[in-house]
Structures are given as C-alpha cells and as structure tokens.
C-alpha cells in the first residue's frame, strides 16, 4: 500500500515550457485535491477533484489545468510554466467528501521554474 | 485573505517542556480542525483533530483545544522531543455550503526542540 504518489521528484523547466505532474493513490479515495507550498505561504490549493469525473478551482488556479484520469489518478499541467510557479507541489487524497476525515499527503514534487 | 491564521513563525523549546502552537480563523463555518506536522522533504502528515462538538481532543503527547467563541485553537505537545521538531501547519474546514471538504491551511510554525 503505497498511499499516495507523485512523479517526478524533482523537475527544471524553462519558462514556457510545459509539464505534467502526475498523482496516483491506492487506497480508494474519491476526492483528490492539488496544492502549492511557497516559503512563508502555507498551503494552498489550486485545484481539486470531489470525485471522479468532476473538478473545481481552488484558492490559485490560473496557469494551471488538471485530468481526474480515473479514480485513482489527478494529473496537474502546466501549459507555459512561469517562474511564479517555482514551487513545491504537493497532491492529496481523501475518502470523500461527506464524512469528517484527514487529506493524506504525497511526498511532492520539487519544480524550479528559470 | 487568510482565513486560517498561525501568526508565529517559529517556536523554540527546550526537550521535555510544553510546546503550544495557536491558530486562529475567522470563518465560522469552519466545523472541523486540523494538524499537520511536515518534515523537510517530505510531505504533510496528520497529527491530530477536533470537530466543532468538541472543545478538546487528546492523542499521546498531542492535545488539541478549541474554543469556538475566540475562533482559536491550540496544540499542546507535551513533552517535547527533538524528533517533534518540524514545520506545523494549523487546517480548518467546513461541511456545510460550497466549501466542502476543502481544506484551509495557516502558514504554519516551524517548531525547534533543543536538547
């Protein structure tokens, strides 16, 4: 049981380049959430996905778009990366909406925009 | 707008003493409250909670208090270890209306215990 996962690890773009980040989890988790960690800020999110099949925008979701893939994967695409979007990304996952439990947390990926 | 607020950055603590990390919010929809510890290169963990009913909720060394009429919740760490040293992110979320089961992170408290 893996829990949640994230590729790649680490990654350099150039501006304007584009990438995906992929997220896959194994414990049957219907909703999915992305965020961004920047030194000082917290977390906040700039997508999620309730369920399969449905996403909505969260707190900074401009340059950003995302697939829910099928229930166990949420990609996130950056189109023409930014420097502003130097970050560290981290993808969650939790068992649903309608109940009162924890997001569990991938181990991130580290994105350096030059 | 920050709706989830640690105002202190950082927290320094001798091992064996108490450790209190505060946060306040300012949505009183909020009904559910988290913690989350986070070592360097690695990703959140869970720590604790404590739903809108309750006003304290207890694991091991970890306490969390809530008090719903300041909009203020505390973790209480007690006592502290070197290995509980990291960054501790406070969480809020609301499940009633159009937010639900979005998560609202403060912008945590790097917690240092010395031995």
């Known amino acids: 049981n893996a829990g949640v996962t994230q590729t790649p690890k680490f990654q350099v773009l150039k501006t304007g380049q584009s990438m995906t980040l992929q997220c896959a989890q194994d414990?049957?988790?219907?909703?999915m959430y992305w965020y961004r960690q920047d030194p000082g800020m917290g977390l906040r999110l700039i997508y999620y996905?309730?369920?399969?099949?449905?996403?909505d925008k969260g707190e900074v979701p401009n340059g950003y778009n995302v697939s829910r893939l099928n229930k166990r994967e949420f990609s996130l695409r950056l189109e023409s990366a930014a420097p502003s979007q130097t970050s560290v990304y981290f993808c969650?996952?939790?068992?649903?909406?309608?109940?009162?439990?924890?997001?569990?947390f991938g181990p991130g990926t580290r994105l350096t925009v030059l | 707008d920050q709706q989830v607020k640690q105002n202190s950055p950082s927290l320094s603590v001798q091992e064996g003493r108490i450790s209190i990390l505060n946060c306040d919010y300012t949505?009183?929809?909020?009904?559910?409250f988290l913690w989350y510890k986070k070592y360097p290169a690695e990703g959140p963990t869970f720590l604790i909670s404590i739903s809108s009913i309750k006003d304290k909720n207890e694991d091991g060394r970890f306490t969390v208090f809530l008090n719903k009429s300041a909009k203020h919740l505390s973790l209480h760490i007690v006592p502290s270890q070197p290995g509980d040293s990291a960054v501790y992110f406070c969480?809020?979320?609301?499940?009633?209306?159009?937010?639900?089961?979005?998560?609202?992170f403060g912008r945590g408290t790097q917690l240092t215990v010395w031995p």
């Open positions: 969650a996952s939790r068992p649903g909406l309608v109940s009162y439990n924890e997001q569990f």
């Open positions: 414990m049957n988790h219907n909703s």
């Open positions: 949505n009183s929809m909020f009904d559910y």
């Open positions: 969480a809020a979320s609301a499940y009633r209306g159009s937010t639900l089961g979005r998560l609202y």
């Open positions: 996905s309730a369920s399969e099949g449905t996403t």
